[in-house]
């Protein structure tokens, strides 16, 4: 397997090791690896059923591995063993958020409503988990206010405040998109993960999430982890690729080597590695005859 050395050598953000996960008679990860460095953003690729989902999966606590260790590190140096939280503790400690392959945000509710929603743990716990809140209690009145601005500044950011009041059913599918994503940015993690956020995106919306991607590594270095069919996403974006056949980890490195692995044009391309030379010829060929009889 092809591995760029280069990627190895930061502050790792989370450590995936030797991570294997079966349903029944299929092992759907089969022993895989991988870093993501702090401030990077890195991206999950491979063919359909290759595992992307698995992993996030257990990542984030919906599936509980097989085998192996997922270590999340903050930035403080405290590390949580993910494996071994529920979901909503690495949300809530690890600091790990997620959004979904199918958007899910309570569409009847407002965009900014939405965006409250994902503060509830902050606002229980400045109401004592008690009716203080519907008193007016000055801390959980200071808290409400603190989750709206914090609310607004991330719609600020995903060019979604003018449609603050509007029901989130009602946006178009570009900009749900960035609404999950300013939601999951409202419980301010240190590790953003997003499962596919350019399916179904027009290259106007493509572009748009690109730079809300670029602006939330920039300006709050929060380190991502994506999964996404999109290349154009892919490469323009991330600093680490690591790509994933059959549950294993076939290649991994900056997205120009990885563009240029043959295993993973083998793997894009359903062929076996010895005919990746014969295809590329051929494809190259194809291009050549389709550019000169275009003239
Ligand atoms: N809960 C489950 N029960 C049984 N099999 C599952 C389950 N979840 C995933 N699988 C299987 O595990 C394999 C990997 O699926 P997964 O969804 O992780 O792939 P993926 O790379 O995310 O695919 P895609 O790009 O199509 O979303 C597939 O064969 C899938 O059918």
């Not at 029944?24 to 999950?44: C, P, Q, V």
């Amino acid at each position: 397997m092809a591995i760029e050395t280069t990627t190895m050598t930061k502050d790792p953000i989370l450590k995936v090791e030797h991570l294997s996960m079966r349903f029944g008679g299929l092992m759907a990860i089969n022993d895989f690896s991988f870093e993501a460095s702090r401030g990077d953003i890195t991206a999950l690729i491979g063919p359909n059923g290759a595992g992307k989902t698995t992993v996030f999966n257990c990542i984030t606590g919906f599936y509980k591995p097989t085998m192996g260790m997922i270590t999340m590190r903050q930035r403080s140096g405290k590390e949580y063993l993910l494996e071994r939280l529920p979901d909503f503790e690495i949300t809530k400690q690890a600091r790990v958020a997620r959004t979904f392959q199918n958007i899910r945000m309570f569409s009847g509710m407002t965009v900014l409503e939405n965006l409250l929603v994902a503060q509830h743990n902050k606002l229980m716990l400045a109401s004592g988990y008690t009716f203080l809140g519907l008193f007016g209690f000055p801390a959980y009145r200071q808290a409400s206010k603190q989750a709206i601005e914090l609310a607004r500044h991330w719609l600020e950011k995903a060019s979604l405040i003018d449609r603050a009041d509007d029901p989130a059913g009602d946006l178009p599918y570009g900009a749900q998109r960035r609404l999950e994503i300013a939601r999951a940015m409202c419980t301010e993690p240190e590790l953003l993960c997003l499962d596919e956020p350019a399916a179904g995106l027009n290259p106007r919306e493509s572009h748009a999430l690109n730079d809300l991607l670029q602006g939330i590594r920039r300006d709050t270095g929060t380190s991502i982890l994506l999964i996404e069919h999109d290349m154009s996403v892919v490469m323009g974006i991330s600093d680490h690729v690591v790509v994933l056949e059959y549950g294993q980890k076939i290649s991994d490195g900056n997205p120009e080597f990885v563009k240029n692995d043959p295993k993973v044009i083998a793997a894009y391309l359903g062929v076996e590695d010895e005919e990746v030379e014969e295809v590329i010829e051929q494809i190259e060929e194809i291009e050549g005859e389709q550019g000169g009889t275009k003239q």
